[in-house]
C-alpha cells in the first residue's frame, strides 16, 4: 500500500527566505506525485505534478519539486517565499490504474515579515 | 462558474440528525470524491464515484450514504450524526484515473453539537 509522509507539521520562515517542505513516499510500484496547496478556508488547489519524464517540476509562481526514486522524496522548495505563500501544503501520491490519491498530514507554511 | 460547487459552506447540527451536503461539478469530469480532513487537517478519502457508479468505499460507517443522481452531482447524506463527525467535507472531482488533477470544491464545515 502507498503512504506519504511530510517531515514536518509546521515550517515558519521568514518573507524573502528560501523554503523546503520535504514528502517521502513508499511504494513499490511507479507513482505518480503532487503537491496540492490550501489557503485558509479554502479547497485544495493543485501546485505541481510529477507523472513522468524530467525529474524537476515547476509550479507558475516560483515552486519546485524534485523527484528523487531512491531517496522516495519529492520535496517542495521555493528560493524566496512571500506572504501569499501562507497555506497549508500536501503532498499526494498515487500509481497507474489507481482511481484515488493518498495524501500526507501536511505541512503548515508560516510566512513572518 | 464555479467548477466544484458544494452546499451548504457551513452546517451546523446536534447529534442524532440527518443532514445532506450537496456537491455539484461543471467540468464534464467522470469521477467525483468525498473527501474528510479533521481537525488536524489530514484528509482522508471516504467514496469515489465514476460514472455515478461507486468505486472506492473507504470503510467508512453506513451512516455515510453518497448518492450521485448523475455524473455531476455527488452528495453525501449522513444519518444519526455524531459528535465525531464534525469535520470539513470536500468533493473533489476529475478524469477517469488516478494520474489526473482532481479539482476540489471550497469544503463544507460541519459542527454537531
Known amino acids: 500500500a502507498q503512504s506519504v509522509t511530510q517531515l514536518d507539521s509546521q515550517v515558519p520562515v521568514f518573507e524573502e527566505a528560501p523554503v523546503e517542505l520535504r514528502c517521502n513516499y513508499s511504494s513499490s510500484v511507479s507513482v505518480y506525485l503532487f503537491w496540492y496547496v490550501q489557503y485558509p478556508n479554502q479547497g485544495l488547489q493543485l501546485l505541481l505534478k510529477?507523472?513522468?519524464?524530467?525529474?524537476l517540476v515547476e509550479s507558475i509562481n516560483g515552486f519546485e519539486a524534485e523527484f528523487n526514486k531512491s531517496q522516495t522524496s519529492f520535496h517542495l522548495r521555493k528560493p524566496s517565499v512571500h506572504i501569499s505563500d501562507t497555506a497549508e501544503y500536501f503532498c499526494?501520491?498515487?500509481?497507474?490504474?489507481?482511481?484515488?490519491?493518498?495524501f500526507g498530514q501536511g505541512t503548515r507554511l508560516t510566512i513572518n515579515p | 462558474d464555479t467548477a466544484v460547487s458544494q452546499t451548504p459552506k457551513y452546517l451546523v447540527t446536534q447529534m442524532g440528525n440527518d443532514k445532506s451536503i450537496k456537491c455539484e461539478q461543471n467540468l464534464g469530469h467522470d469521477t467525483m470524491y468525498w473527501y474528510k480532513q479533521d481537525s488536524k487537517k489530514f484528509l482522508k478519502i471516504m467514496f469515489s464515484y465514476n460514472n455515478k457508479e461507486l468505486i472506492i468505499n473507504e470503510t467508512v460507517p453506513n451512516r455515510f450514504s453518497p448518492k450521485s443522481p448523475d455524473k455531476a452531482h455527488l452528495n453525501l447524506h449522513i444519518n444519526s450524526l455524531e459528535l465525531g463527525d464534525s469535520a470539513v467535507y470536500f468533493c473533489?472531482?476529475?478524469?477517469?484515473?488516478?494520474?489526473?488533477?482532481?479539482?476540489f470544491g471550497p469544503g463544507t464545515r460541519l459542527t454537531v453539537t
Open positions: 499526494a501520491v498515487s500509481k497507474e490504474g489507481a482511481q484515488k490519491l493518498v
Open positions: 473533489a472531482s476529475s478524469p477517469y484515473g488516478g494520474v489526473y488533477e482532481q479539482y
Open positions: 510529477y507523472l513522468s519524464g524530467s525529474t
